[in-house]
């Protein structure tokens, strides 16, 4: 099986090698050349353990592992370090079931893939025969970072590099990232907003110049961002996990088409819903649920992707996203693998800021539908779901429950939970009418509002000593980048 770049003038590679690379030589990015081959059986699916169905789904998507490799993989991904022996669990509202993915060592569902995106490159290079030191360079917007480090930190043959905007991430966030004590992690604030830090990322990641100063060094440049398949293939796995679940309990029969809602910024967790829906998952509509940054909301609404509009920092921060990187896998897609097509729309967006999609492109999209909430109607939607069913959730989820309420959508839902409320403490009480006070105390509110245990990944997090306090101008990255590295 090979993967293509989006943008069609690149070689194909195999999967390790798109792993390895992060991202194509053209800047776009890689794709299945074909979807694989494979029988999602949901009368053997339903009995299996989420291992199971990672070890099926990495299987048919990275087949140039061997079946061992796959299998310390999947081990070392999920183990003992997840809260539930199940990975992800559920919560059921009706006709709406939450896939609480938010179970993993730093309370967001990047820990699904970031637990796995270590052992699959590390794996990779091996196969491909590079001893060079490989640098992990990845943007975040407040999760990803964090989840990141967690799986990469202490990783031989690694180092790794995250840019955070100084403002904009929540106190838990911060002080994850402040605080990670991997002896190969760097964590840098930058002034500007995670789009800054996105796009000189992509620029670092494709300067030819940049690669040969690393190589002649014995390093290389891989990415931790969606922006790898490495970190997508992992997130389609709880899709069908969770429709294999539904199955087991009798809330649909094999086969009945479905809903899946997901907050959304750079694309990715809805991505992988998609690449699930090719492969077999039966889907009625994908409900993309952004925040007052609703780039996406007019996308999908006029066929029109204007990035050039005021940027907002919100109470649901991971989703301050105004460039979603992993649109453009759709997109070709949706275009017919129309590469020509993918370059004019990327050239577009650089040069110009937007782009219109085509007719026949945009009809590709019938089956996608949009929605934003405010931040106002962010906290209300988390005082509505506690009062309705004592159930807290966290304000990227309320996003996603809000557009959900506003939608015509009917039927058996999945909808992506995609961190814990303890993530955002001061937000949630807010919600809850309760004055939030700030660090630990803040914690310790919300447990005693909720009745719930502060998770384990973050009872002492304040009390840890803060190791990373360097900030920069985005303009400044590449040289912190080289002062860093070489």
């Given at each position: 099986m090979n993967?293509i770049?989006?943008?069609?003038?690149?070689?194909a590679?195999?999967?390790?090698?798109?792993?390895?690379?992060?991202?194509a030589?053209?800047g776009?990015?890689y794709v299945?050349?074909?979807?694989?081959?494979?029988?999602l059986?949901?009368?053997?699916?339903?009995?299996?353990?989420?291992?199971?169905?990672?070890?099926?789904?990495?299987?048919?998507?990275?087949?140039?592992?061997?079946?061992a490799?796959i299998?310390?993989?999947?081990?070392?991904?999920?183990?003992?370090?997840w809260?539930?022996?199940?990975?992800?669990?559920?919560?059921?509202?009706?006709?709406?079931?939450?896939?609480?993915?938010?179970?993993?060592?730093?309370?967001?569902?990047?820990?699904i893939?970031?637990q796995?995106?270590?052992?699959?490159?590390?794996?990779?290079a091996?196969k491909?025969?590079?001893?060079?030191?490989?640098?992990?360079?990845?943007?975040?917007?407040?999760?990803t970072?964090?989840?990141?480090?967690?799986?990469?930190?202490?990783?031989?043959?690694?180092?790794?590099?995250?840019?955070?905007?100084e403002?904009?991430?929540?106190?838990?966030?911060?002080q994850?990232?402040?605080?990670?004590?991997?002896?190969n992690?760097h964590?840098?604030?930058i002034?500007?907003?995670?789009?800054d830090?996105?796009?000189?990322v992509k620029?670092?990641l494709?300067?030819?110049t940049?690669?040969?100063?690393?190589?002649?060094?014995?390093m290389?440049f891989?990415?931790?961002?969606?922006?790898?398949?490495?970190?997508?293939?992992?997130?389609?796995v709880?899709?069908?996990?969770?429709y294999?679940q539904?199955?087991?309990?009798?809330?649909?029969?094999?086969?009945d088409?479905?809903?899946?809602?997901?907050?959304t910024?750079?694309?990715g967790?809805?991505?992988?819903?998609y690449?699930?829906?090719?492969?077999?998952?039966?889907?009625k509509?994908?409900?993309?649920?952004?925040n007052?940054?609703n780039?996406?909301?007019?996308?999908?609404?006029?066929?029109?992707?204007?990035?050039?509009?005021?940027?907002?920092v919100t109470?649901?921060?991971?989703?301050?996203?105004?460039?979603?990187s992993?649109?453009?896998?759709?997109?070709?897609?949706?275009?017919g693998k129309n590469?020509?097509e993918?370059?004019?729309?990327?050239?577009?967006?650089?040069?110009k800021?937007?782009?219109?999609?085509s007719a026949?492109?945009?009809?590709n999209?019938s089956?996608f539908v949009?929605?934003?909430?405010?931040?106002?109607?962010v906290s209300?939607?988390i005082?509505?779901?506690a009062?309705?069913?004592q159930?807290?959730?966290?304000p990227?989820?309320?996003?996603a429950r809000?557009v959900?309420?506003?939608?015509?959508?009917?039927?058996?839902t999945?909808?992506?939970?995609?961190?814990?409320?303890?993530?955002?403490?001061?937000t949630?009480?807010?919600?809850?009418?309760?004055t939030?006070q700030?660090?630990?105390?803040?914690?310790?509110q919300?447990?005693?509002?909720?009745?719930?245990?502060?998770?384990?990944?973050?009872?002492d997090?304040?009390?840890?000593?803060?190791?990373?306090?360097?900030?920069?101008d985005?303009?400044q990255?590449?040289?912190?980048?080289?002062?860093?590295i070489?």
């Open positions: 993967y770049s989006t943008r069609g003038q690149a070689p590679v195999t999967a390790s090698q798109a792993i390895l690379n992060g991202i030589p053209d776009g990015l299945p050349e074909d979807w694989p081959n494979i029988t059986d949901w009368a053997a699916l339903k009995t299996q353990t989420y291992s199971d169905v990672a070890t099926q789904i990495f299987d048919a998507f990275f087949d140039d592992f061997s079946v490799e299998d310390h993989v999947v081990a070392k991904a999920y183990g003992k370090q809260n539930t022996t199940d990975i992800v669990s559920t919560h059921q509202e009706a006709d709406l079931t939450y896939i609480e993915l938010f179970h993993g060592p730093t309370l967001a569902f990047k820990d893939a970031l796995a995106l270590p052992h699959l490159l590390t794996t990779a091996k491909q025969g590079t001893h060079d030191k490989i640098i992990i360079l990845t943007a975040t917007s407040g999760d970072g964090t989840a990141a480090m967690s799986g990469f930190g202490n990783v031989e043959q690694t180092e790794i590099i995250v840019f955070y905007p403002v904009g991430v929540s106190d838990i966030q911060r994850q990232m402040k605080t990670e004590s991997a002896d992690a964590v840098i604030a002034t500007g907003n995670f789009d830090a996105q796009k000189a620029s670092l494709s300067d030819k940049l690669a040969q100063d690393l190589r002649a060094n014995q290389q891989s990415s931790a961002n969606s922006i790898n398949i490495g970190r997508l293939v992992p997130q389609i709880y899709y069908i996990y969770a294999a539904l199955v087991k309990n009798n809330d649909i029969k094999a086969g088409a479905i809903n899946v809602v997901v907050p910024g750079n694309f967790n809805v991505l992988a819903a690449y699930a829906s090719q492969i077999g998952l039966p889907v509509q994908f409900v993309v649920a952004s007052e940054n780039v996406l909301t007019d996308f999908f609404t006029t066929g029109k992707y204007d990035r050039q509009r005021a940027f907002k109470n649901a921060p991971a989703m301050d996203i105004l460039v979603s992993n649109l453009e896998r759709l997109l070709y897609f949706a275009s590469s020509e993918i370059r004019n729309y990327m050239h577009d967006l650089s040069d800021g937007e782009y219109t999609l026949d492109t945009r009809q999209l089956k949009s929605g934003f909430a405010t931040q106002t109607q209300e939607t005082k509505a779901v009062k309705a069913t159930y807290t959730i966290d990227h989820t309320a996003v809000y959900y309420g506003q939608q015509e959508v009917s039927g058996p999945l909808i992506a939970a995609t961190a814990s409320p303890y993530k955002f403490p001061q949630v009480l807010q919600a809850l009418e309760i939030p700030s660090d630990f105390e803040a914690l310790k919300l447990s005693q509002a909720t009745n719930t245990d502060i998770p384990v990944p973050v009872v997090l304040f009390a840890k000593p803060v190791r990373h306090k360097q900030v920069i985005a303009k990255i590449l040289a912190t980048l080289r002062h860093e070489l």
